[in-house]
């Protein structure tokens, strides 16, 4: 069983900012199901987007996977989000400074 996106998202920001990362909550989606979206900003200023896995990668401990998407630039997160909303408007989006996002979301390649 899965835990909630909101509690999902709650501890994510509380172990970033417990490793002196920084982390906000940019969007706020539906409590229980709603996709998250990770917006990852390293301290160069390069950023990466990363979504959902696929259901097709998803594993048996029912934790979330993210694969890194297309979106190299504010316009392209932009477009991206506004394609998200049209499908489903109950996303997250939560904005994260580290260089290594992978310490602290669980990334698959596709």
Do not use: G, H, M
């Given at each position: 069983m899965r835990i909630t996106s909101e509690l999902f998202v709650a501890q994510l920001v509380r172990?970033?900012?417990g490793a002196g990362e920084f982390a906000a909550v940019m969007r706020r989606g539906a409590?229980?199901?709603g996709a998250i979206f990770v917006v990852a900003?390293?301290?160069d200023g390069a950023m990466r987007l990363f979504g959902p896995a696929v259901q097709s990668?998803?594993?048996e401990s029912g934790s979330r996977r993210f694969m890194q998407e297309a979106a190299s630039d504010e316009a392209g997160l932009?477009?991206?989000f506004e394609k998200e909303a049209r499908f489903d408007p109950d996303f997250w989006v939560v904005e994260i400074e580290t260089?290594?996002?992978e310490t602290f979301i669980e990334?698959?390649?596709?």
């Open positions: 172990r970033l900012f409590e229980a199901a900003r390293s301290r990668l998803s594993n932009e477009a991206r260089d290594e996002p990334v698959v390649e596709d």
